[in-house]
């Protein structure tokens, strides 16, 4: 049996949002990759962080800075030629802050087309004024 991340049979297999907007969708290139061969999970950590600031950045409606990296769990590996979708979304709202899921699915073998769940985050970030002070988030419209 091949244990290859395309068909290991531990991979989580689950309705993918990739007909859905990302937050950001992007093909990882060799230089991203760790001296194992797959993706580096610092790159991948970064991603998570710019598309978690996009979700929190529309509710806050200002400059957001990352404050808290509540949770992150790499479920799969990434490799060189995956499309890596990143779907977030915000969970709550604080005065000053706001907290987003972001959840990581890669689409390999563009012939036969798999979705897989490779990573899911859970950040908190704080708005910011103009000034880099904290700022109330505005009431839901």
């Given amino acids: 049996m091949n244990d290859s991340p395309q068909t290991a049979p531990h991979a989580e297999k689950i309705p993918c949002p990739c007909e859905s907007h ?38 806050a409606r200002s400059r957001v ?11 799969q590996p ?7 979708s990143f779907y977030a ?6 005065n000053t802050s706001v907290t987003v899921d972001v959840v990581v699915y890669v689409e390999r073998n563009p012939e036969n087309a798999v979705a897989l769940k490779v990573t ?9 004024d103009h000034h880099g002070n904290k700022r109330p988030i505005p009431p839901e419209e």
């Fill in 22 to 59: 990302p937050a950001l969708r992007v093909v990882p290139l060799p230089a991203d990759l760790n001296p194992a061969g797959d993706v580096f999970g610092g790159w991948i950590m970064s991603m998570v962080d710019i598309a978690g600031s996009v979700a929190a950045r529309r509710r």
């Fill in 65 to 75: 800075a990352t404050v808290a990296v509540n949770s992150f769990v790499f479920k």
């Fill in 78 to 84: 990434v490799s060189v030629g995956d499309l890596v």
């Fill in 89 to 94: 979304e915000v969970v709550s709202t604080g």
């Fill in 120 to 128: 899911e985050a859970r950040l908190t970030y704080v708005a910011l």
